[in-house]
């Protein structure tokens, strides 16, 4: 997955983490059962910056904080605008498809599981948001972040084509 609006440096960020979902693994062997967790983490600065990681290890703080490490090497910036996205954008990531609809100031986030954790990380307040197909975590955190990727504000528009923001409204 191809993602452009790379973040370069996190030195001057405050990052949060968030823990969306942890996978127990067994491993049995001779010597009995081996236990193994698979976290995947979240961590944005609730400003535009957003970003999820895979940790997996022995034990489960060990794996949050590798998760962690992973999510600030993976971290893009998404255009927020007042709370919420400029427009409306779907996004599929294997089995998993999202629909984000912005909203007026007010209504709340308005979207569940592992897509919540990853909006409010972002710093989006007022979204609608649908998931069809898959509900696994994983599917679901990585088709969000594509859905996030893929939105471009009027400025963007405007720069890439070469033309004001306000000719961009007009047509």
Do not use: W
């Not at 370069?8 to 049995?28: C, F, G």
């Not at 060990?62 to 993976?74: I, L, M, R």
């Not at 308005?110 to 696994?136: C, F, H, P, Q, Y």
């Amino acid at each position: 997955m191809e993602l452009k609006n790379r973040v370069k440096s996190t030195n001057d960020l405050e990052l949060t983490e968030r823990m969306v979902a942890l996978n127990r693994v067994t491993k049995v062997t001779k010597g009995g059962r081996t236990f193994t967790f698979a976290a995947i983490v979240v961590v944005g600065n609730g400003n535009g910056v957003v970003g999820y990681g895979l940790g997996k290890a022995a034990e489960v703080t060990e794996a949050v904080s590798k998760g962690a490490e992973a999510a600030k090497k993976n971290l893009v910036r998404v255009p927020v605008l007042n709370g919420t996205i400029p427009h409306e954008q779907t996004a599929k990531f294997s089995g998993a498809q999202v629909f984000l609809k912005p909203a007026t100031p007010g209504t709340g986030l308005k979207a569940g599981g592992a897509m919540r954790a990853v909006l409010e990380s972002a710093g989006i307040t007022d979204l609608l948001a649908k998931s069809k197909g898959s509900s696994n975590p994983h599917n679901l955190v990585k088709a969000t972040v594509t859905a996030l990727c893929e939105l471009r504000d009027a400025y963007t528009v405007a720069q890439n084509r070469g033309i004001s923001v306000e000719k961009v409204f007009k047509g």
